[in-house]
Structure formats: structure tokens, C-alpha cells
């Protein structure tokens, strides 16, 4: 149990900002391309009350977590008018692409935090199970996942708004009505990948980027640590 507890400690908060941030970007790329919906329903807001969503922000990770499960979430979506922007086909691609893209930016200022933390410690104090650095490793973690899992061109995951900017005017009105049926998908790909983990569904599709990346970010890491 203290191990659980230890554990929530440090990913709920790191989850938190990794979702708010990446929520509130989706407003303010929204707002600066035509669309004010998020400002005038005052989700504009670092406030995690007016974002967290306590199913998919708190209890759904949280679960996962305990059971082993890979680790996402979700909170209420900040509110897009794609008619309201000054141009709805690649405005929303725009606005979609500005949330995986503060995940990855945040990701690079923990990679920062990191290296600075872990500045002048020897292997065996890394090693140390260390509260601070193990939740930065987490932080790193859930925004570089956060980021390649919500790429996935699946309704309504950003991906799926990105590739429908992409597509010819016809095949793109063709894709855009699988989106009242989004959710059934996620939650078919979930279902696949708890029921069938033998299939490896998330670990042959996010997997090889995520691992790529955190690779990445750790040498950024390294780097400022060996400074």
C-alpha cells in the first residue's frame, strides 16, 4: 500500500499538469486563430478544477497504475468552434497539434529540471529511489506518452484532426463521420489492449517513438547534468 501511495503521489500531480497544459493550449491556439469559446467559458485557466475530469483525470490513471496497465488520462476537453476559426480546416490543425506539442515541451524543461537536480550526484544516488527524481522521470514519461498517444489518427484523439487537415476535401468529409463513433474506437483499442496484450497494440504503434524520444530527452538530461 505504500508503495501504491508513493506511487500516486508522484504521478497524479506530473499527470495534472501534463493534461492541464496540454487542454488550456488547445484554448489559446484556438483564441489566437479567430476562435474565443474556451476565454468565453473561462477555460483559459491553469486551474486544474475547471479542467480535471475525476474519471479519466484521477480514478482511470490511478487504476492503471496499481494494476500495471499502461498509463494515460483524459480531462474535459477545452471547447473548439472549428467554424469560428478564421480557417477551420487548417486552424484545427493547428489548434490540435498545439497539445501534443506543449506535452513534448514540457517534457524538455523536465529533461532540464532533471539534469540540474541530478547535477554532481554519483550512480548510486541516482539509483536511490529519490522522490524528486523519480517524479521527474514520470513527469517525462506521461508527456511524451501523452503526446504520441493523442497523434493517433483516431476520433477524437488530435491525430485524427491533423490527418483530417491533411485529406482531400472529399475523403476528409468521408473520415469526419467516423467522429460520433470515436469513443467506441478508444474504447475498442483499450479493451484490445487489456484483453489481448499479446497483440501489443500500444507497444508496436506509441511504444517505438515514445521509447525513442525518452531516449532523447534523458541524453538532454545528461547533458545539462555533466555541465
Known sequence: ???????????????IVAIVFHEVAHGWVALALGDPTAKEQRRLSLNPLRHVDPIGTLLV???????GGPIFGWA?????????????????MAVAAAGPGTNLLLAAIGAVVLGLVTHGMTAQEMAAPDMLVQGLFYFLLINIFLAFFNLLPIPPFDGS???????????????????????????GLIALTWFL???????????????????????????????
Open 1 to 15: 500500500m505504500t508503495d501504491t501511495l508513493s506511487l500516486a503521489v508522484v504521478l497524479v500531480p506530473a499527470l
Open 61 to 67: 490513471p490511478g487504476f492503471l497504475a496499481v494494476v
Open 76 to 92: 474535459k476537453p477545452v471547447p473548439v468552434m472549428k467554424n469560428r476559426l478564421d480557417n477551420p480546416r487548417y486552424g484545427m
Open 161 to 187: 484532426h491533423i490527418l483530417e487537415g491533411l485529406l482531400p476535401p472529399r475523403w476528409a468529409r468521408a473520415y469526419e463521420r467516423l467522429r460520433p463513433i470515436g469513443m467506441l474506437l478508444f474504447v
Open 197 to 227: 496484450p499479446g497483440l501489443g497494440l500500444i507497444e508496436n504503434t506509441v511504444g517505438p517513438p515514445v521509447d525513442w524520444a525518452m531516449r532523447k530527452y534523458l541524453a538532454l538530461a545528461d547533458a545539462v547534468a555533466g555541465g
